[in-house]
């Protein structure tokens, strides 16, 4: 299987910061990689795919970068809605594998 | 509007087999671009990928649950289960089910999931 490790685990941080979330893959996925958001009881919602494409809706502020093994998930200018724990997923092999997630928080 | 939604007994004795159901409304699950997912997430914890199915009963399990999970697709129904046999109390998390589609990019066709159920507790208790 494929290790996904985020860094960091937890952050906290202010409306208007910006803020980057790392993910590191335990081996070359090239850019098989997406991200998500997941705000308490509800489900993971897809912010990007393929490493850098922004889903259709999800706010300009967040992007994404990366290729290989080591991925950044920006948030330009943080909003109170940013508010989550942030996942990465691999999708280049089976099993697809995530991150085990960043939580960010209000400062 | 493509909607999932999860059902199924939110309470499973150990030893006993989960059963949960994902309903898929607003696309076909013949749609030969996408397929199905399960993933769980136990209490308080990261993501977990069970697995996927295709409409043509294609299946791939990750390995730890290979040996306990079944997956199946009923196309009349639009909708796709997942069994899991011989349940501990280990078992207990929120299952979601999950539509896979592709970014198709320049570097190969690249899986997401863009749909996802609410989620479906399960507890395994006697």
């Known amino acids: 299987d494929i290790q996904m490790t985020q860094s960091p685990s937890s952050l906290s941080a202010s409306v208007g910061d910006r803020v980057t979330i790392s993910c590191r893959a335990g081996q070359n996925i090239r850019t098989f990689l997406n991200w998500y958001q997941q705000k308490p009881g509800k489900a993971p919602k897809v912010l990007i795919s393929a490493t850098s494409t922004l889903e259709s809706g999800v706010p300009s502020r967040f992007g994404g970068s990366g290729s290989g093994t080591d991925f950044t998930l920006t948030i330009s200018s943080l909003k109170p809605e940013d508010f989550a724990i942030y996942y990465c997923q691999q999708t280049f092999t089976t099993p697809y594998t995530f991150g085990q997630g960043t939580k960010l928080e209000i400062k | 509007q493509v909607r999932l939604q999860e059902s199924g007994p939110g309470l499973v004795k150990p030893s006993q087999t989960l059963s949960l159901t994902c309903n898929v409304s607003?696309?076909?699950?013949?749609?030969?671009?996408?397929?199905w997912n399960w993933v769980r997430q136990h209490p308080g914890k990261g993501l977990e990928w069970i697995g996927y199915i295709f409409h043509s009963g294609l299946t791939y399990y990750t390995p730890s649950l290979k040996s306990r999970a079944a997956m199946s697709v009923d196309t009349s129904k639009n909708q796709f289960s997942l069994n899991l046999r011989s349940v501990t109390a280990a078992d207990t998390a929120v299952y979601f089910c999950?539509?896979?589609?592709?970014?198709?990019?320049?570097?190969?066709?690249?899986?997401?999931?863009?749909?996802w159920g609410q989620g479906a507790l399960v507890t395994v208790s006697s």
């Open positions: 607003g696309d076909s699950i013949t749609n030969g671009g996408h397929y």
């Open positions: 999950a539509r896979a589609s592709y970014y198709f990019g320049d570097n190969g066709d690249h899986p997401y999931f863009d749909y």
